[in-house]
Nanobody, 118 residues
Framework: QVQLVESGGGLVQAGGSLRLSCVASGIIFNSDVMGWYRRAPGMEQRDLVA????????NYADSVKGRFAISRDNAKNTAYLQMNSLKPEDTAVYYC???????????WGQGTQVTVSS
């Protein structure tokens, strides 16, 4: 089992920055990919924001490339999402995720609200 706790969300004006953190507890494998997803208001699905492997390979949604940066501290089992140049359309609940082929299912955090005002 893996427990994920996100923090760092809040209200920010357009153009501002926020840094999200996700602390994972439990057994974390080297094969685990840690990621951030978001659910926009009124939407049911969670969309990919960014992922990072234990080796540091990253992947980003086109909508956040050049503005967001994902990082990971393997020693602390923590992932971060630095969000710059925030836009109102970035408003969403942001969820941390851990998944790998070695696991029967993915694990999710409870989510943290990010609201960007215009």
């Amino acid at each position: 089992q893996v427990q994920l706790v996100e923090s760092g969300g809040g209200l920010v004006q357009a153009g501002g920055s926020l840094r999200l953190s996700c602390v994972a507890s439990g057994i974390i494998f080297n094969s685990d990919v840690m990621g951030w997803y978001r659910r926009a208001p009124g939407m049911e699905q969670r969309d990919l924001v960014a992922t990072i492997t234990s080796g540091g390979t990253t992947n980003y949604a086109d909508s956040v490339k050049g503005r967001f940066a994902i990082s990971r501290d393997n020693a602390k089992n923590t992932a971060y999402l630095q969000m710059n140049s925030l836009k109102p359309e970035d408003t969403a609940v942001y969820y941390c995720n851990v998944d790998s082929a070695a696991r029967p299912r993915a694990f999710w955090g409870q989510g943290t609200q990010v609201t960007v005002s215009s």
